[in-house]
Structures are given as structure tokens and as C-alpha cells.
């Protein structure tokens, strides 16, 4: 059985489809590396509240990279990814404990059954800890031999009288469920491993402030994503997304299951590379997984230096029924350009750096639709990070050459920054930095619903 420790990690963490396909994304071929055998179980990777499977793309290109097999490896979309407000209440485009329980089931079932293994190993960020912790604890503990919990609020984001009935309260019936009052909190038969930050996990606060009550304490701290039983480490300055999706949790994840140190931390590029995905939507606000059909994904090489297209679309077309797009080839060293339009929805430019490998999961969604603030402007411009949060003073942040106002110091909250142009710098490229990743975007008129995205990779 893993020991239950507390250890602090420093110095490298700070380097720098089937019957389900709308659900469970395969990530295709083996990477360099040492070849992954049979030794190894396959890995299934659940993302957190509101996401989706892309955000574990990255991850994938390094176990590809350490020479687990692609198909042994599936990242999971959830169908309504958004907790409801009180889990046993139904809401709608929401799910529930036990819609996840079922869902994260079906795919184990799909993975096993895929590569004949008897036990597949469970990777979770945040509320997709919960999803495996409920499935271990009910019955699956046999299906699964590995499950690591990446900044999961395994004690709640609070604990007090508030939303009884919300699965983050530590007091709620699913926690409560999940976590007894002494022993271990594990279940017997899995080897746990749970990943958190050193004190800027904005899930994991002793102050309220963050959920919008300053000076009202939570009842959590910094660790209560750790379990009795389990073996707990704390990543250092890593903030709440970052606990599943930063090269240096990659290490602790692969160590983990696989039982050695990876061989490269980095990603390798392929000669060829293709990129497909799923298109979805976030009707009434409410991020989905649900396809989107009859939507329109065009793809342009861009140049690095300018944003500008370089020659005609590489790809243009419409979803079907079920949602995918592509696939479409580009080169590992091509930064692209992928337009959006989709029925209800903002003309969404997403400006992004290479894809050194190929991915199925290159999910799309639309960007925010345009408001009030936005009617004079002549341009939209919005730099996001999916797969963790920007940090003031952490980081370096830039956008169009200024730190940016709408991202707050402190414990890193924040994932997007957006400014606003005159119509007069419509067309002009602005650009993007955050820490050594650099994208430049062309300004496209709000005028005509348009706005631009420069999303970064880590």
C-alpha cells in the first residue's frame, strides 16, 4: 500500500473512438522513447469542472513521448462537464456525482475492452477527482490499479453550513461519503497518489476571498487535496490547473505508474502530424461536450513573426451530427491559425503555437460572446491559458507589449485576458506572451461578431 507522506518538491518545478467518440478520445502511434509494454496498464485521463478532454493533450504528447503506446492512452469528455449547484437536485446542462460515476465507468469499460488489460490507471485534475474516487469506492476498485488526483478538493473548496447539497462542500453528503471520519480514505487494492500546490491552489484557501467571502474562513487548507493512505506530495509554486497539466507533474504522474522516471520530460515532434477534434458550445453560458453540427473549422498556416495567413485554408468544413472536425496535416514547426463559426456564437480566431504532435483531441469551443462593453470597439483581443492560470508576479504576462490589468497578483485565478482596440488597429498583429511561449494574432473586427484568441499550449 502507498505511505502517506507530505513532501515539498523544488528546482524542477519550475521548468519552464469508437461507439463513445464523442466521450472518450483516443489519443493514435507510439512516440520515441522506450517502448511501453504490457507492464504498463492504460491510462485514462479525466478532466476537471467545465472542461474538457484537450486539456490533457499536452500530457499525452509526453507519455506518447516516453513510449507509452497512443492507443493505450484515452482522455475522457465528459457530456455536461459543469457541476450542478446542489448534486441531487437536477439542473439543466449540469451533472451530477453519479452521472460522472457512470460515465467515467462506461469509459474503463471502453479502454479495458480496447487493449485487453485487466486494470487501467486513472489520471484526474480536479472535480475528475471525484468522478474516481466515487467509482474505486462503489465497486471498481478491482478496474483500476493506479489512480493519481491532480489539485482534486478532496475535503471541499469549503467546509461550513453553505449550498449543504454542493459536492464541493466538505460537509456535503458526496464528501462526506467519500471521506471517513478516521482511517484511511483510500480504498484498498489502488495505489493513490495525489499531486497539490505549496499554498497558491485557488480551490485550496484557509480565506474566503476567492469564493467571494474575504475574511470568512473556508475550514480548508492547502492540504486538503491530500488522503490518508495515500502518497500525497506537494509540487511548489504550482497553481490549480497546473497540478495535473505542468511538465513537472508529468514527471510525478508517469513515475507513479509507470514505476521509473521518465526518459524526457519534453515533447518530441513527429515528421507528419495530424490534428482532429470536437466542436461543442456553451448554450446559456453553460459549458457543454455535446457535438455541434453544421459548424464551420477552417485552418490556415500563420506566420510566427505577424499572425498572417500564409497560402489558402489547409482545412475547411462543416461538422456532421457528431460534432468532429479534421483531421487535417500540418507541420510540427507551423503556427496555425483555426476559425470557429458556429450558429449563436462569435467568429472565434484562435491563434496557436505548433503542434509538434498529432492529437484527436483538439477540442473547440466558442469564445465568449461579444457584450455591451464590447459594441464601440474595433477589435476583441484575448489571450488564454487552459491548462493553467497566469500568476502576477509568478509569471511573465504580456499582452500587446503591457502587463495585463485584468489579472490579479497574488495566487494565480485567472485563465484569460482580453483588450479592447480602436478600429483603427483592425488587421494589425498584437502580441501574446506568456513566460517563453510567444503568439502573435491579427485583430479582427468585432464589428462582425469576430473575435480573437491567442490560446497557449502550456
Not at 93 to 106: F, H, I, K, M, P
Not at 384 to 403: A, I, N, Q, T, W
Not at 405 to 419: C, E, F, H, R, Y
Not at 435 to 447: D, G, K, L
Amino acid at each position: 500500500m502507498a505511505l502517506s507522506r507530505r513532501t515539498i518538491l523544488t528546482g524542477a518545478a519550475m521548468l519552464p473512438l469508437a461507439a463513445h467518440a464523442l466521450r472518450f478520445e483516443a489519443a493514435a502511434q507510439t512516440g520515441p522513447g522506450t517502448t511501453a509494454g504490457s507492464d504498463i496498464p492504460p491510462i485514462l485521463f479525466v478532466h476537471g469542472n467545465g472542461d474538457h478532454a484537450a486539456l490533457w493533450m499536452t500530457q499525452i504528447w509526453r507519455m506518447e513521448t516516453n513510449g507509452v503506446p497512443r492507443n493505450r492512452l484515452m482522455a475522457l469528455n465528459f457530456t455536461d462537464p459543469l457541476a450542478r449547484s446542489d448534486d441531487a437536485v437536477a439542473q439543466q446542462g449540469r451533472s451530477s456525482t453519479e452521472d460522472q460515476r457512470r460515465e467515467l465507468g462506461e469509459a474503463i469499460a471502453e479502454l479495458k475492452k480496447r487493449t485487453g488489460a485487466a486494470k487501467v490507471a486513472l489520471v484526474a485534475n480536479s472535480r475528475g477527482g471525484y468522478a474516481v474516487r466515487n467509482y474505486i469506492k462503489n465497486g471498481g476498485s478491482a478496474d483500476v490499479s493506479h489512480a493519481v488526483l491532480c489539485g482534486t478538493p478532496n475535503h471541499g473548496v469549503f467546509d461550513g453550513t453553505d449550498s449543504p447539497g454542493s459536492e464541493f462542500n466538505g460537509r456535503s453528503p458526496f464528501l462526506k461519503s467519500l471521506n471517513p471520519g478516521e482511517g484511511p480514505e483510500v480504498t484498498e487494492g489502488t495505489a493513490f497518489l495525489t499531486l497539490r500546490s505549496d499554498g497558491i491552489d485557488k480551490y485550496a484557501q484557509a480565506d474566503g476571498r476567492l469564493l467571494g467571502k474575504p475574511g470568512v474562513a473556508t475550514g480548508v487548507t492547502a492540504d486538503g487535496p491530500a488522503l490518508r493512505g495515500a502518497t500525497n506530495l506537494v509540487l511548489g509554486a504550482i497553481d490549480h490547473r497546473e497540478t495535473g497539466f505542468h511538465p513537472r507533474a508529468f514527471r510525478e504522474i508517469y513515475k507513479f505508474i509507470v514505476g521509473r522516471e521518465p526518459v524526457r520530460i519534453d515533447i518530441a515532434p513527429e515528421a507528419e502530424v495530424k490534428i482532429s477534434g470536437l466542436v461543442t458550445g456553451t448554450p446559456g453560458g453553460v459549458p457543454t461536450n455535446r457535438p455541434v453540427a453544421d459548424a464551420l473549422v477552417e485552418v490556415y498556416r500563420v506566420a510566427a513573426d505577424s499572425g498572417e495567413r500564409i497560402g489558402a485554408a489547409l482545412h475547411s468544413a462543416h461538422t456532421s451530427a457528431d460534432g468532429r472536425w479534421g483531421p487535417v496535416r500540418v507541420d510540427p514547426a507551423w503556427p496555425v491559425e483555426i476559425v470557429l463559426t458556429s450558429a449563436g456564437a462569435p467568429i472565434t480566431h484562435s491563434y496557436r503555437s505548433p503542434f509538434p504532435r498529432s492529437s484527436d483531441v483538439v477540442h473547440l469551443r466558442p469564445g465568449r460572446t461579444l457584450g455591451p462593453a464590447d459594441a464601440t470597439v474595433g477589435a476583441v483581443i484575448s489571450m488564454s491559458r487552459v491548462r493553467g492560470y497566469f500568476g502576477l508576479p509568478r509569471d511573465v504576462v504580456l499582452l500587446d507589449g503591457k502587463e495585463p490589468t485584468d489579472v490579479k497578483a497574488g495566487v494565480p485565478t485567472d485563465s484569460l485576458s482580453t483588450i479592447r482596440l480602436p478600429a483603427t488597429d483592425i488587421g494589425r498583429p498584437v502580441a501574446a506572451l506568456f513566460n517563453q511561449e510567444r503568439i502573435v494574432v491579427r485583430a479582427w473586427p468585432a464589428s462582425e461578431n469576430r473575435i480573437t484568441v491567442a490560446e497557449f499550449t502550456e
